[in-house]
């Protein structure tokens, strides 16, 4: 809990230490903050972070612990910021974009099984778009 009362996260463990089922933690004005997952201390299934306007910032899905299928970040205006897919092995792979607030494309970065095989836009933009969603584990 927050010093005001305010529910901080919420957590299923099957075992000490071990999260098994859904996890919450919400922002202290009571918006969602990260909602998923666990089996076995394993992200599994539908993952979400919000922005503090409780709109979703960050939307994909997990497998055994490895993100699958289409991830996408978005800007709390709801525009898509990056969008991309990760194969069943967790590697990054097909076209990757990274979007201006406005949506008009910045930047790609094509991948083969985690393997970058092309790239276009600026150096910053691409550097944006390589690491998006490695923090999330």
């Known amino acids: ?6 529910l901080y996260s919420r957590s299923i463990y099957s075992e ?5 089922g859904e996890y919450s933690e919400y922002y202290e004005n009571g918006c969602l903050r990260v909602k998923g997952q666990y ?3 394993n992200r599994d299934g539908l993952f979400g972070m919000f922005h ?3 709109k979703v910032q960050i939307a994909g899905k997990f497998d055994k612990g490895k993100k699958v299928g289409e991830w996408v970040s978005l800007y709390d205006s709801e525009l ?3 969008k991309g897919v990760f194969n069943e092995k967790g590697e990054r792979h097909g076209n990757w974009f990274l ?3 406005s949506g008009e494309v910045r ?4 991948y083969n099984k985690g393997e970058i095989v092309s790239k276009k836009g600026s150096k910053s933009v691409l550097l944006n778009l390589e690491v998006s969603f490695s923090g999330i584990r």
């Open 99 to 101: 979007y201006s607030k």
């Open 16 to 20: 000490p230490n071990v999260y098994s």
């Open 52 to 54: 503090e306007n409780c």
């Open 80 to 82: 898509v910021f990056v």
């Open 1 to 6: 809990f927050y010093e005001s009362g305010q």
């Open 39 to 41: 089996v076995d201390n």
């Open 107 to 110: 930047g790609q970065i094509s």
